[in-house]
């Protein structure tokens, strides 16, 4: 694998775009998750336009 610095910038992400992350229950192992992936996990799908996107205070979210 080549050095960090020597790829090229992506500056036209999609949701098809894959990082390469550590799995939080096991260090030792590595995985590849998409930008969706991550999208859909920091803003959960479903939501309606108008809704907002609230903290039921012990660390869940939802539309409302």
């Not at 098809?16 to 992350?21: S, T, V």
Request: aromatic share 6%; proline share 5%; glycine share 10%.
């Amino acid at each position: 694998m080549a050095r960090i610095k020597r790829y090229d910038i992506d500056i036209q992400l999609n949701d098809d775009d894959k990082l390469l992350c550590t799995d939080a229950n096991d260090s030792s192992k590595s995985k590849l998750i998409t930008l969706a992936d991550l999208k859909n996990y920091i803003i959960p799908p479903g939501g309606q336009p108008g809704q907002v996107l609230k903290s039921d205070g012990a660390g869940g979210i939802y539309w409302e």
